[in-house]
């Protein structure tokens, strides 16, 4: 059977583009010296990466042999686009969000979570001054306003629920207000920064040292294309009509197709779409007689984000005891204290040699992990007895705690990559609402 392959898709074709023009521009940012030693090594030690996918039409989506190159784009060695580390003056706040979504970007977040810019000012004006905090609150509102900050970034959204009406008596609602009035746009990342590789649990997993890093909850590509649509035309004639309707339902984009040599009943065509195009194409491919007849519809799946996703285990390069680990947790998080449950015939001096952990509330990720311990902000009761009766030992950091010191790594990688003229500063006002007394 002769197959006939149109040109190969890059479905991160926008992504590859601009890591090319990355790396080029880095090149013209060295010949120029734009970046010093100094900026040069910070760029080595704080950039992070995100996914690149290259699909071929013919293997990828078929669904009996799906293939997918994933690799990541890693920015040690490059020049953020838009501004070198010592370009001076304004930044409008559109920028600004075009380098958060560059560094992290928010399609990695939940499908549940309310992520992206929540709080926009009416009236354009220059970022001089963010603002890192693990939750807004009224009191890192108050420090906003006296230190004129211009953007909030707030790991956890303070918008989250759909709002009605906004009113004083609600406290969220009142500092939605309050940024509004002093003219302070908020953007939230939350889980976006959780699932991305090199991100917050990535970041909690490290405090207990090297080893070899897995992904619990693994993230798929949303942006690959789901559906398989196998259908039969008499001519070529019909094939070319066909195909020009059906690139009309895919926005105009180059679509995904591969027909093979005609036998007695017509032209076997295959065509990929996304979830989006799916319903305008099969009621292109209805309005034909002969594909309306022969179709059949497959769905596909997606292709995983290697390194991205919820949760991480850890197979420590040295294991550690348990009174090591607390130390070192402690250490890590800058806590004098957190929660220990020590696994079923478990002591402080046992040995852990894989460690699982989760940033926030992690129960739900962390269940069923092979780990001799679990690390996360806080777990229900019932959660922590059943991970003790499968002899885990289980740290817990409150719910904050375990994410509040990924602001200082986002500050550093921030500032790398912003000009001069625009200062980042880590909320000294944020704190976990518990406390030890």
């Not at 000009?419 to 030890?436: F, I, N, Q, W």
Request: glycine share 6%; hydrophobic share 40%; proline share 5%.
């Amino acid at each position: 059977m002769l197959s006939i392959r149109f040109p190969l898709m890059l479905t991160g074709c926008r992504t590859l583009s601009g890591a090319f023009l990355l790396l080029t521009y880095r090149r013209q940012c060295t010949r120029r010296s734009l970046i010093s030693p100094t900026a040069q090594c910070c760029f080595t030690s704080t950039f992070s990466s995100f996914p690149l996918s290259l699909t071929s039409p013919s293997h990828s989506h078929s669904c009996e042999n799906k293939v997918s190159l994933h690799s990541s784009v890693n920015f040690s060695s490059t020049c953020f686009l838009s501004r070198s580390a010592h370009c001076s003056g304004p930044m409008e706040l559109k920028e600004v969000l075009e380098l958060l979504e560059q560094l992290v970007p928010l399609s990695l977040a939940e499908s549940w979570d309310n992520v992206g810019l929540l709080v926009e000012p009416s009236r354009s004006h220059p970022v001089r001054a963010i603002l890192l905090t693990n939750d807004l609150t009224d009191a890192v509102m108050k420090e906003a306003e006296t230190i004129s900050c211009d953007l909030i970034i707030s790991y956890h959204p303070p918008l989250f629920r759909p709002i009605k009406r906004l009113v004083q008596k609600d406290w969220k609602q009142r500092l939605a207000i309050q940024a509004v009035e002093a003219g302070i746009a908020i953007f939230s990342p939350h889980t976006s920064w959780d699932n991305v590789k090199g991100g917050v649990n990535d970041w909690l997993v490290g405090g207990l040292g090297s080893g070899q890093v897995s992904v619990l909850s693994q993230a798929l590509d949303v942006a690959s294309h789901s559906h398989k649509l196998e259908f039969m035309v008499r001519s070529a004639e019909e094939l070319n009509a066909v195909i020009e309707e059906l690139n009309a339902c895919d926005g105009g984009t180059a679509l995904q197709h591969s027909i093979s040599r005609p036998d007695s009943s017509g032209i076997h065509v295959s065509v990929i779409c996304s979830d989006l195009s799916l319903t305008p194409s099969v009621q292109t491919l209805l309005r034909h007689t002969s594909p309306s007849q022969s179709l059949s519809i497959l769905k596909l799946e997606k292709p995983p984000l290697l390194g991205h996703g919820q949760g991480r285990v850890c197979v420590l390069d040295q294991p550690i005891t348990v009174v090591e680990a607390i130390q070192k947790m402690k250490s890590h998080l800058s806590l004098s204290h957190i929660r220990l449950a020590l696994g079923l015939g478990q002591t402080l001096e046992s040995s852990v040699c894989t460690v699982a952990a989760c940033a926030g509330s992690g129960a739900s990720v962390l269940n069923g992990a092979k780990a001799n311990l679990y690390i996360t902000g806080e777990m229900s009761h019932h959660e922590v007895l059943d991970a003790v009766a499968k002899g885990t030992s289980v740290i817990l950091t409150d719910h904050s705690n375990s994410e509040r010191g990924f602001l200082g790594v986002i500050r550093e990688r921030l500032a790398v990559r912003l000009p001069d003229s625009v200062t980042v500063m880590v909320s000294k006002a944020d704190r976990d609402p518990l406390e030890v007394v």
